[in-house]
T-cell receptor, first 112, second 115 residues
């Protein structure tokens, strides 16, 4: 079945540091890939998505590229802010099937 | 446009009791999905409802059930609660699409504690 693997956390960075959060997936065919963010006490918010190979999703300075050859969808940001502190989830979905398969999530803490 | 709302936000129950959680999707959204979030297992898909029918189901025991009403509002029920059912229960809604992925919008969740 489908699965998503995220790098182990937590991650602590200083403000303005470069961020990379690794995500790889196992799935047949061509799933859609997503990054969701969860701020303390809140539900999940879609951060960005890519629906086919080589697509680049971007939002709020975050970027991720759908790499079919390496089955990866790593999240990057050039300069993190304290307000980016949250839990980040990589997820996989298929077509009109609304089921999402999530990675374990990683907690990011950004210190001033 | 109002987002997905879930009630109650917090709930404390004891083992053996049952509980009902409610979810109101975004207006116009016809699909509602439920997820369980725990520190150990992460986010796991429970089930999805569309047009009052369960369209998809995860690997949870029969104690977990749900339903959807004609106005797309959904409820999930957990019977004979166990300590391990303590979790954040998230609801997500999306529109119907036949081929493109439906973006899912999540509610804030209901935090269930079983004592």
């Amino acid at each position: 079945g489908d699965s998503v693997t995220q790098m182990e956390g937590p991650v602590t960075l200083s403000e303005e540091a470069f961020l990379t959060i690794n995500c790889t997936y196992t799935a047949t065919g061509y799933p859609s890939l997503f990054w969701y963010v969860q701020y303390p006490g809140e539900g999940l918010q879609l951060l960005l998505k890519a629906t086919k190979a080589d697509d680049k999703g971007s939002n709020k300075g975050f970027e991720a590229t759908y790499r079919k050859e390496t089955t990866s969808f790593h999240l990057e940001k050039g300069s993190v802010q304290v307000s980016d502190s949250a839990v980040y989830f990589c997820a996989l979905g298929r077509g009109a099937n609304s089921k999402l398969t999530f990675g374990k999530g990683i907690t990011l803490s950004v210190r001033p | 446009k109002a987002g997905v709302t879930q009630t109650p936000r917090y709930l404390i129950k004891t083992r053996g009791q049952q509980v009902t959680l409610s979810c109101s999707p975004i207006s116009g959204h016809r699909s509602v999905s439920w997820y369980q979030q725990t520190p150990g297992q992460g986010l796991q898909f429970l089930f999805e409802y569309f047009s009052e029918t369960q369209r998809n189901k995860g690997n949870f025991p029969g104690r977990f059930s749900g339903r959807q009403f004609s106005n797309s509002r959904s409820e999930m029920n957990v019977s004979t609660l166990e300590l391990g059912d303590s979790a954040l229960y998230l609801c997500a809604s999306s529109r119907l699409a036949t081929s493109e992925y439906n973006e899912q919008f999540f509610g804030p969740g209901t935090r269930l504690t079983v004592l």
